[in-house]
């Protein structure tokens, strides 16, 4: 769990950073700010779907984790905790739940994340997650100085997901295949692509009801190959 645990800080650290450089910045560099980091997210996006495979599955999942979340309404949810949360502890960021969500996909969906995990579960080595750590201390930084708040609390489901994976990979290394993770990885690239059209404010997309994709997509590729 040492990698994760360092992954978690390093996501702590570089929010809070970016949250000091927030307050210095005039309206008109936040602005372009914003823009920077849409692209960023749709860069990202478009690199972890460019050597899509199953695309079916893939299209099967997204159709079938964005009706799961339409009826589960997780949209609506998500701002409804968001705003309690804000609430409750005075947080004054209007882009929380946007920025939580987006950190959580940025950080925990990739190939990088199941990879390193699984490593750390199976081998005991730590290497591919410090890596990644550095990674997202800078990621963290940047996007907290445009999201705020929400960033850094990120790193409570990132610890929930990544040590949840490490401690699976534990006793059940073999489930994590090299189909399931990349179709992980598509589907996380497509979701990232969804969310920096958010950013960009191109067209307002619920990407949060097409998050039981992700699960979805484990299950059909577990089932069907």
């Keep these: 769990m040492l990698g994760t645990l360092v992954n978690t800080g390093a996501v702590i650290v570089g929010g809070t950073i970016g949250l000091l450089l927030k307050k210095s910045m005039p309206q008109r560099i936040t602005t372009i700010y914003f823009q920077a980091v849409g692209l960023f997210t749709l860069a990202i996006g478009i690199t972890m779907v460019v050597n899509m495979k199953e695309i079916l599955i893939v299209v099967g999942s997204m159709v079938i984790g964005g009706v799961l979340g339409e009826w589960m309404n997780l949209e609506d949810g998500a701002d409804k905790l968001g705003n309690f949360l804000k609430n409750r502890f005075r947080i004054g960021s209007e882009k929380f739940t946007e920025g939580l969500v987006t950190a959580f996909l940025l950080f925990c969906v990739g190939a990088m994340t199941i ?11 730590h290497e591919l997650l410090f890596t990644k750590s550095l990674m997202d201390f800078f990621s963290a930084m940047l996007l907290a100085s445009a999201f705020g708040i929400g960033v850094v609390v990120s790193s409570i489901p990132l610890l929930i997901f990544q040590g949840t994976i490490t401690l699976l990979a534990m006793w059940a290394s073999t489930f994590f295949s090299e189909s399931i993770i990349n179709g992980l990885t598509s589907v996380g690239g497509i979701l990232l692509i969804g969310l920096g059209i958010n950013i960009l404010e191109i067209k307002k997309l619920k990407v949060m009801n097409m998050l039981p994709a992700l699960v979805v997509v484990v299950l059909l590729i577990w089932m069907f190959k």
């Design 115 to 125: 990879t390193g995990t699984i490593d750390e579960g199976v081998r005991g080595s």
